[in-house]
């Protein structure tokens, strides 16, 4: 996804001269070549992510499309303030693009991961929030954001599914397996899905599919448990698990439903390890979604036809 972002912001670079790039020395030699085209549109602030956003602010009120990048810790845990005053008090947007997820940099420890940044994100003002779940998702999301001066929120990981789901890049809740009426109805946000579509083999639930959760399309979620009377519900995020959950029940607030959100827990294991390690201690992994899921539903596991 990190090299999808390059090569879409650098065309964007080359085509657009409204499109500026401010960094904080993550990805500059990677960006080099179109420091060197455009050396009044890429600018690099060295590692002061604080003033890359206060740039991006300022470079917003000139009329230009200001994408920053860097890891989701430095962008947005970090920056947090100049986010909240410096864009979305002045009331202007800019492109934010993180790599690193919640944890793909788990062995360099808790100063690289950021469960958070979406929760974060969510406590300023209306943000759209992609979360790509293939790497050929990312082209077309950045695209769409560099045409308007909206505040977005791109959140790229090193992990992805198998396949892409470019034409879904609207931000419309996607069925990708269509249980019986009744059945519950899993949620699964970007890089989710192939590991909740492992969880489930066997098992009679509807799986919906999107890259943006915010906003969250609460009137497809509403057509997806339009046969149930009380219908249970699963959420899968792959950061804070929860943060979804508000928007769930304002779009089910007039019906009775119930709702397990999973995602990354909120203590600090204070342990290293790797991605897939964290993914097996958080329950993120089919196993542990499988047992998750089947506690919640209460399933007697049967194999479908």
Known sequence: MRDAFTRVATALLDDDPRTALVLADISADAFAPAARRHPDRVLNVGIREQLMIGVAGGLALTGLRPIAHSY?????????????????????????????????????????QSPGDVALIDTTGRWTVHVPGHPDEVGPLLRAAATHDEAVYLRLGARGNADAHIGRASGRLVTVRRG???????????????????AVTGLDVTV????????????????????????????????????????????????????????????DLHRYGSPADHDRWHGLDPVGLRRSITQFTRFTPTILA
């Open 180 to 198: 019986s009426g009744g059945a519950p109805v899993v949620v699964a946000v970007g890089p989710m899905l192939d590991p909740v579509l492992a």
């Open 72 to 112: 989701a810790p430095f962008l947005v845990d970090r920056a947090y303030e100049q986010i909240k005053l410096d864009l979305d008090h002045q009331g202007i947007g800019a492109v934010l693009v993180s790599i690193g997820a919640s944890y793909d940099a788990a062995a360099e420890g808790r100063t690289h």
């Open 208 to 267: 919906t599919y999107t890259n943006t959760p915010r906003p969250l399309d609460t009137t497809g979620l509403r057509a997806a448990v339009t046969d149930h009377d009380a219908p249970d519900v699963v959420l899968v995020e792959p950061y804070l698990a929860g943060t979804s959950s508000h928007l769930v029940a304002e779009a089910l607030a007039a019906r009775p439903y119930r709702l397990l959100s999973l995602g990354v827990g909120r203590d």
